[in-house]
């Protein structure tokens, strides 16, 4: 499977890059979300707009659920965002009163509003995300490149790139889930455990040689603590050496779905970079993409189609490779054979495994770049769009900066 990123290309490759830097500070990386709907003001549901700074979601509802006793569990969140950055989002709690968390001050967060609701928020419950982004000490660029650049992510869309940050710390969280979909338990925990030179703390680094050397006692007490599947993996291994499939099911079942996910997401990706050129045209034998509903159909005149794929009413889409997954007809079929051939993998691969289903569908090859703006200060870059649920600044960033 091609490593995420090897091949990928730019959009605007005829274009130079400004350079820079992201995410020098928290300050430099600012998120609001851009909710589906609005509380109602009725319900036994509160939902709290929150301005969390340096922390990822997951860990605002953890000190969010200690300071009111409500179970992580029963808390509710429209998105997962990461650590590093400032974020509005909005959680969901049950059984709270507004009044008694409104202005409510944690580290690293504070409750902006609260307001009553009659459902609990879920994963997806979200219309896009808004960003502020500042690139710091771009070079030699010129005003009409950085425009050209913003103009054509807004003619003709942004490529909607998993990226880097879907693949985990040592970049390899796809090959690990390509490994569960095979059943090859020992080649999944060879991946778990990494590569030393996928790491930079020396501690990390001497546990996995002591692992690749076969000295697992050794490995486990050199393991970071915040590895934990890595540790839980090695104390299975320490009893059952010979038991890799018991060994890998110590790791947290969440994360083993994220684990194949981010297969799914490799190999979407991939097929990105082979249609890059042609992300604003539309094949005959296509499954076009409404941007209004997510709905698709089946590409039967691409040129009866053209005027609203021109106007990113519609786009192509890509696979999520799984069970109940619709396959296209035509070129981009070939094409999506392709991908998978080059991965050593058929669509049997994709069937559940470990108890865990993996549900197929299709995604957007490109999405809509929403009210962008940007101006240069000295060497600094300002840069503001919105992008919808489950797309990536990223996706935007890089074709500014050429440098990932």
């Not at 820079?20 to 990386?29: A, R, V």
């Not at 999520?320 to 669509?347: N, R, S, Y």
Request: a neutral charge; proline letters at 5%; charged letters at 25%.
């Amino acid at each position: 499977m091609p490593a995420p990123g090897s091949n990928y290309g730019y959009l605007t490759a005829d274009l130079a890059g400004t350079g820079g830097t992201i995410k020098d500070s928290n300050d430099d990386f600012r998120v609001t979300e851009l909710p589906a709907y609005q509380p109602c003001g009725e319900g036994e549901h509160v939902y709290l707009t929150i301005e969390k700074i340096g922390l990822t979601t997951l860990e605002a509802v953890r000190r969010i659920a200690a300071a009111t006793g409500v179970p992580e569990r029963e808390i509710g969140y429209a998105g997962m965002k990461d650590a590093v950055g400032v974020t509005i989002q909005t959680l969901s709690l049950p059984r709270v009163r507004p009044e008694t968390v409104t202005g409510l001050q944690l580290p690293g967060l504070t409750v902006l509003s609260a307001v009553r609701h009659i459902n609990k928020l879920r994963l997806g419950h979200l219309k896009g995300n808004r960003f502020r982004v500042v690139v710091r000490g771009v070079c030699g660029c010129h005003a009409s490149t950085i425009e050209s650049i913003m103009e054509t992510l807004r003619e003709r869309g942004v490529p909607n790139w998993f990226g880097y940050q879907r693949y985990g710390i040592q970049g390899n969280s796809h090959l690990i889930g390509s490994a569960m979909l095979r059943r090859d338990w020992r080649l999944a925990v060879d991946r778990l455990i990494g590569d030393p030179a996928a790491v930079a703390d020396a501690d990390w680094q001497a546990a996995i040689l002591c692992y690749q050397q076969g000295d697992l006692r050794g490995s486990l007490d050199r393991m970071p603590r915040h590895c934990r599947s890595e540790r839980d993996v090695l104390q299975r291994l320490l009893s059952r050496p010979d038991n890799w499939e018991k060994a890998f099911a110590a790791v947290d079942r969440r994360l083993m779905k994220l684990y194949l996910s981010a297969c799914q997401s490799a190999l979407f990706d991939h097929t990105v970079s082979m249609r890059l050129s042609e992300l604003d045209r539309l094949w005959l034998g296509d499954l076009a993409f409404k941007h209004v509903n997510g709905a698709c159909f089946a590409v039967e005149d691409p040129q009866a189609e053209a005027l609203r794929a021109a106007s990113l009413e519609i786009s192509p889409s890509g696979p999520m490779f799984g069970p109940g997954m619709k396959q296209p007809e035509g070129k981009q079929f070939q094409l999506e054979q392709q991908v998978l051939a080059e991965a050593g993998m058929t669509m049997q691969d994709f069937s559940p495994v470990g108890g865990l289903k993996l549900n197929g569908e299709r995604r957007p090859m490109r999405v809509p770049l929403g009210e962008p703006e940007w101006r240069l200060a000295g060497s600094d870059l300002l840069l503001e769009f919105s992008l919808p649920r489950g797309s990536y600044a990223t996706s935007v960033l890089r074709e500014f900066t050429k440098n990932f």
